[in-house]
């Protein structure tokens, strides 16, 4: 029989960025943990694993029929945030975005075996289909995969009248211009916008 702390780190290590250093750190903390906080922790996963699926219309995590979302009927159902994976909705969410979502579950990668029927594409084309939709903005990440994707889209929709933006690209807020790389600055350069004087 394994050491059972050798198991909770080698268990750590199969979590996406976490290497077998934080993986041993991990442990340790659990170990430090009192018994009911690490049973709290153990039965919020077993509870994720239980409960948890995809909502059917933008694939966000939910424990509905429907995520809360979609099921919103406050929010414009005729704009759609195209995101990579559920993670980036919480991002878009405090910005105080009113529209809906579209869930891909990653980006175009061939090179990964990660080809556009793998992801949600599909699905997005439908809800356009539908006519209902007035814009897509797509929010995949600024990197090759995510231009790939985000062009990808674009063409599938073309056929649409349906607007397709992309978030800008650019400088983030507090940044000193001495340490922006000439790809961000030239992206920073195409998505200006005109001063109000």
């Known amino acids: 029989m394994s050491n059972p702390l050798e198991k909770l780190i080698d268990n750590f290590c199969k979590l996406p960025g976490i290497g077998r250093k934080t993986a041993q750190r991990l442990a340790f903390f659990v170990m430090s943990m009192s018994e009911n906080d690490a049973l709290e922790i153990a039965q919020a ?44 909705i919480v991002l878009f969410e405090k910005t105080g975005y009113k529209g809906v979502y579209h869930v891909l579950g990653g980006t175009i990668s061939p090179v990964d075996g990660l080809t556009a029927d793998k992801l949600k594409i599909k699905e997005l084309e439908e809800r356009v289909k539908s006519g209902a939709i007035k814009e897509v903005v797509i929010a995949t990440s ?53 001063v109000n004087v």
Do not use: M
């Open 45 to 88: 996963i077993i509870n994720l694993k239980k409960n948890a699926r995809y909502c059917p219309v933008c694939f966000n995590i939910t424990e509905n029929e429907r995520c809360n979302i979609c099921a919103n009927s406050q929010r414009d159902h005729s704009t759609i945030c195209v995101v990579e994976e559920p993670g980036n």
């Open 142 to 194: 600024p990197n090759t995969r995510g231009e790939l994707t985000a062009q990808w889209i674009a063409d599938l929709l073309k056929q649409y009248h349906v607007k397709v933006s992309r978030i800008a690209y650019g400088l983030p807020i507090g940044i000193d211009i001495e340490f922006a790389d000439e790809v961000t600055l030239s992206k920073a350069l195409e998505g200006r916008k005109p």
